[in-house]
């Protein structure tokens, strides 16, 4: 059974950092591909970045670009988001998720239906 179990989200001031985490078990990391979303009150759920398991290759939406940083640690079966210079406006519920069976990241890895698997989520505050 394939389960992602989200952590590390909190309140932090703006310009602050945090770090997720999502431990996967059920799966390993040689053919899939790991979404970050995130969904804010009232607003659809939205892709943050992506890494598949070819070669690494990495997306991020242009709203994070340069301030978050996604990684994996395969040994770990553990992916992370590195959140720098936080802003209010990424107050949300963070989640991850996997695409199973593909080695890398889709072009639209940003679309919900393309991945099979979500994780509970966890919250993300950042304060003026």
């Known amino acids: 059974e394939v389960q992602l179990v989200e952590s590390g989200g909190g309140l932090v001031q703006a310009g602050g950092s945090l770090r997720l985490s999502c431990a996967a078990s059920?799966?390993?990391?040689?053919?899939?591909?790991i979404g970050w979303f995130r969904q804010a009150p009232g607003k659809e759920r939205e892709g943050v970045s992506c890494?598949?398991?070819?070669?690494?290759?990495?997306y991020y939406a242009d709203s994070v670009k340069g301030r978050f940083t996604i990684s994996s640690d395969n040994a770990k079966n553990t992916f992370y988001l590195q959140m720098n210079t936080l802003e209010p406006e990424d107050t949300a519920v963070y989640y991850c998720?996997?695409?199973?069976?593909?080695?890398?990241?889709?072009?639209?890895?940003?679309?919900?239906?393309?991945?099979?698997?979500w994780g509970q989520g966890t919250q993300v505050t950042v304060s003026t």
């Open positions: 890494i598949g398991s070819s070669d690494g290759n990495i």
């Open positions: 059920g799966f390993t990391f040689d053919e899939n591909a």
């Open positions: 998720a996997v695409e199973t069976g593909v080695s890398q990241c889709d072009r639209a890895w940003w679309s919900v239906p393309m991945y099979n698997y």
